[in-house]
């Protein structure tokens, strides 16, 4: 029974109450402390160690479908097969522990089989972003010295005319080329493990011999940053596994919190959660919290060739799919699209997003919309391996504004933003810093910057955010995006989240645009929900009434489509910035 539905006072105990319950000796959640570079740090007991301990946890579900695309689909035996022989071709292709192997595709079945296959072979995974240009995916294979690289046919047309300046790559596999000519170094994917639906028929293969460890490095995750070349976080198995016990925790704490039992928790005695992935499983959020997880308790996803909001009902309704999300737009997407009524779409028991601000209105119209869910938002970035808070049921119901409390295992802390080193009171604004076992070891090659932005085990966030009394994170801005008009500061999301309130609005940013006295003045961009209609003043004057008259944005541009972003869902107020310009030249 879901808490939403109890008639129990809410809440019966504290969010320290409900922890504590959780991961005391013995507990479903228990936690221990481990020392990880020389940092003392909490992290979960009963966690999986590394994440080959993932990939065999999913083979207990072996006639289960794992993953699901259009017309092909393919069990967890399948699935197990595939990724062991391409592991075993790779260890062939002299691909050794700690040998970079970049994936670079779009959402595809093959995607998670090349991830586990360099896994397995306990070499330095490197997803780097689908969506780069042909010269952005030059620089990531060269910052990584990629030993191989396990591409799609359209990723390969980007990278070929820069093999030759790529040394260190020795190997490159293409999954679905449509046929012709290969550049050199390059063989079909399906020739060493056939089309997904004949996975199955692949026979079976022990596992690579390889010795792995929680500690030990396991991938790099590009940042996705609006500013300057992108940075490779390294992560290691424990960071991702991690993210294993604070998927769970969340669910649980809410049961407590609800005066209800614990649920069970034991995947195989539950039914199959279905997932509906719209994110990229090359950013931290599709990966981490959405692949490592679902594989780890026996579930599917279902995956889409893009975002498209009518086919995502269709695929709802046809593979009863339970939980889904990604950013507030799509939320908004489901919620407002005319043909919504016209789906069945009643198995929804969980619709999450991040990475973007939300409006607290949005949490009353999941409710509203799909009764049957619970909405949910968290707060990470890829240095924390994605989620470090997460926020669910009535506890994000009341407070909307949220990000949530940190999973138990991770500490948060807000500091004077002028020395670092100053904590702050519950309710003061300042500089998140975070620390716990999804925090990242450092930059790829980059020391000055791992020692500016990892201190003593604590991330330096570079957002703006406090903390309430009892531990609920809100992000007030990130620090580099907060505007200076005359000496006041304007924090972005506010301004944003009045005009969430607007009923026609659907996705707004607020940016800076340079002036001669005043430093910098706020300005908006906003795109409307289908067939809606608002004024650039009617929106001023909504503004105007919320909030003080030097946060009123002095313009108010309308953007055709919902707002650029990158992999991380972040809004690329830059692009934005731009169309101003233009438009200040065009005049």
């Given at each position: 029974m879901s808490d939403k539905t109890s008639t129990s006072p809410w809440p019966v105990m504290s969010i320290a109450e409900a922890h504590a319950r959780l991961t005391g000796l013995g507990a479903p959640f228990e936690i221990e402390e481990a020392v990880i570079r020389g940092v003392r740090t909490r992290t979960w007991k009963n966690a999986p160690p590394t994440l080959r301990d993932i990939f065999l946890n999913g083979q207990r579900f072996k006639d289960r479908e794992f993953l699901v695309y259009e017309d092909d689909r393919a069990t967890y035996d399948a699935y197990g097969r595939a990724t062991i022989a391409l592991a075993h071709r790779l260890i062939a292709d002299g691909v050794k522990?700690?040998?970079?192997?970049?994936?670079?595709?779009?959402?595809?079945?093959?995607?998670?089989?090349?991830?586990?296959?360099?896994?397995?072979?306990?070499?330095?995974?490197?997803?780097?972003?689908?969506?780069?240009?042909?010269?952005?995916?030059?620089?990531?294979?060269?910052?990584?010295?990629?030993?191989?690289?396990?591409?799609?046919?359209?990723?390969?047309?980007?990278?070929?005319?820069?093999?030759?300046?790529?040394?260190?790559?020795?190997?490159?596999?293409?999954?679905?080329h449509p046929g012709g000519a290969l550049p050199p170094r390059t063989e079909r994917l399906e020739d060493v493990i056939g089309k997904v639906n004949d996975w199955g028929k692949l026979p079976e293969q022990a596992l690579p011999d390889v010795p792995l460890s929680p500690d030990d490095d396991a991938t790099i995750l590009y940042t996705s940053g609006t500013t300057g070349k992108p940075k490779g976080a390294l992560g290691t198995h424990r960071n991702m596994t991690s993210n294993v016990g604070a998927g769970g925790i969340s669910a649980a704490r809410n049961f407590l919190r609800a005066g209800e039992p614990l649920p069970e928790l034991d995947a195989t005695k539950l039914p199959q959660r279905v997932s509906l992935l719209v994110v990229p499983m090359f950013h931290a959020t599709g990966l981490s919290s959405t692949m490592g997880p679902t594989m780890n308790a026996g579930g599917k996803l279902v995956l889409m060739r893009r975002w498209d909001a009518e086919p995502a009902m269709q695929l709802i309704e046809r593979e009863k799919v339970t939980a889904t999300g990604g950013v507030p737009t799509i939320a908004w997407q489901l919620i407002e699209h005319p043909a919504r009524a016209n789906y069945d779409l009643s198995s929804l028991l969980s619709v999450t997003y991040g990475g973007a601000p939300s409006a607290p209105e949005l949490v009353r119209k999941i409710a509203e919309t799909f009764p049957g869910s619970q909405p949910g938002n968290g707060w990470g970035m890829t240095e924390t391996t994605a989620t470090f808070t997460s926020h669910l049921g009535k506890d994000y119901e009341a407070?909307?504004?949220?990000?949530?409390?940190?999973?138990?295992?991770?500490?948060?802390?807000?500091?004077?933003?002028?020395?670092?080193?100053?904590?702050?009171?519950?309710?003061?604004?300042?500089?998140?810093?975070?620390?716990?076992?999804?925090?990242?070891?450092?930059?790829?090659?980059?020391?000055?910057?791992?020692?500016?932005?990892?201190?003593?085990?604590?991330?330096?966030?570079?957002?703006?955010a406090r903390l309430d009394e009892e531990g609920f994170l809100f992000i007030i801005d990130r620090a580099k995006d907060m505007l200076i008009r005359g000496g006041e500061n304007i924090y972005c999301v506010e301004v944003e989240n009045v005009l969430y309130e607007h009923p026609e609005v659907m996705d707004a940013a607020l940016i800076g645009l340079p002036h001669k006295t005043l430093g910098e003045e706020p300005a908006a961009v906003v795109h409307l929900r289908p067939g809606g209609t608002a004024t650039e003043q009617e929106l001023k004057d909504l503004v105007r009434s919320r909030l003080a008259a030097f946060k009123v944005p002095v313009k108010v541009a309308f953007w055709p489509e919902t707002l650029p972003r990158n992999a991380n869902g972040k809004i690329m107020k830059g692009e934005l910035k731009q169309a101003f310009a233009e438009a200040s030249e065009a005049a």
């Open positions: 522990k700690g040998d970079r192997v970049a994936v670079i595709m779009r959402n595809l079945p093959e995607w998670p089989v090349a991830f586990w296959a360099g896994q397995l072979c306990g070499a330095i995974v490197t997803p780097l972003n689908a969506w780069w240009t042909g010269p952005e995916l030059e620089y990531g294979l060269a910052d990584s010295g990629a030993k191989v690289a396990i591409v799609d046919d359209e990723r390969l047309e980007r990278v070929a005319g820069f093999l030759e300046s790529l040394p260190d790559l020795k190997k490159v596999y293409v999954a679905r407070r909307p504004d949220s990000a949530g409390p940190a999973a138990p295992v991770g500490e948060m802390e807000i500091r004077d933003p002028a020395d670092g080193r100053s904590v702050l009171p519950p309710g003061a604004v300042g500089e998140l810093w975070v620390k716990g076992p999804q925090v990242v070891k450092g930059y790829w090659n980059k020391p000055d910057a791992t020692a500016e932005t990892f201190v003593d085990g604590w991330l330096r966030t570079g957002d703006l």
